[in-house]
């Protein structure tokens, strides 16, 4: 069967853009009732890769397939992609630092998977939404920190990043249309960051959440994070901050913050 449907695809450009769009959720789908394997997988990236389909696919989506191996080289030749989704696939490797080269890409989700290396410093300056993880079930182990170039992401407004093992100093610049900032949700985060919460994040205006548990910060909360007058959600616990951070100390800072946690 998976042979006839790579077949099938050979002829039809539009139908290779649904193919890759086999979320296991999706009703009425070829994908709902078959696993992909990776042979599969590879054989249909393969043709989407071709120079007469490239143009013809905007999305790939695969979510619980476990197709493991490294992120196929061809899926950066889809220049026209806006969502590239391969959540909890078994994937192995580092993020290719060819990705930068998805100049149209807007949601990239990566997490619960097994990717490790370093974070590449060129991304997609078209990205609005990067998860790396989400919650205490993912299994990505990055090396190193958050690359500070990804400040100029200027498009980027979710970055979630709970259970990557990153490390290091947090950047001072972070992109400014930030409304989503998640790098820890749980006492058992993985993350292990240098230092404190810089206070040049008090001009991240546009932040609505805010999640940092776990994440080995110590040293004073600084006072610009006063600054962030559209934060809804400050998650701090679980780290060792010093001075005036109590619940009290950042409702006084944020009085229209609704969900302070410390």
Do not use: Y
């Not at 962030?228 to 005036?244: C, E, R, Y």
């Amino acid at each position: 069967a998976r042979e006839a449907f790579c077949e099938c695809l050979e002829k039809s450009p539009a139908g290779l853009e649904c193919a890759l769009e086999f979320t296991v959720n999706t009703k009425n789908h070829w994908f709902r009732e078959h696993r992909v394997d990776r042979a599969t997988f590879e054989r249909i990236v393969a043709l989407a890769a071709e120079d007469h389909r490239m143009a013809a696919v905007t999305l790939v989506c695969i979510d619980d397939h476990q197709l493991g191996g490294v992120l196929p080289p061809e899926l950066t030749r889809l220049t026209n992609l806006t969502t590239l989704n391969l959540r909890f696939s078994g994937l192995t490797g580092t993020i290719p630092t060819s990705i930068g080269g998805l100049t149209k890409l807007q949601r990239l989700e990566l997490q619960r998977n097994a990717l490790t290396g370093p974070l590449p410093a060129t991304m997609p300056p078209s990205l609005e939404m990067l998860n790396l993880g989400e919650d205490s079930s993912n299994t990505n182990r990055f090396t190193g920190g958050v690359p500070t170039e990804w400040s100029s992401l200027t498009n980027l407004k979710e970055l979630k990043m709970v259970k990557c093992a990153l490390d290091g100093p947090l950047p001072k610049a972070m992109p400014p249309s930030l409304e989503v900032l998640t790098l820890g949700i749980v006492a058992t985060n993985t993350n292990k960051f240098a230092d404190g919460v810089p206070s040049e994040w008090g001009s991240l205006t546009n932040l609505k959440t805010l999640e940092m548990v776990g994440c080995g910060l110590d040293g004073n909360i600084p006072g610009s994070i006063g600054n962030l007058i559209n934060l809804k959600k400050l998650w701090l616990q679980d780290n060792a901050f010093t001075g005036s951070c109590t619940k009290d100390d950042l409702k006084g800072l944020l009085p229209e913050c609704g969900d302070i946690r410390v």
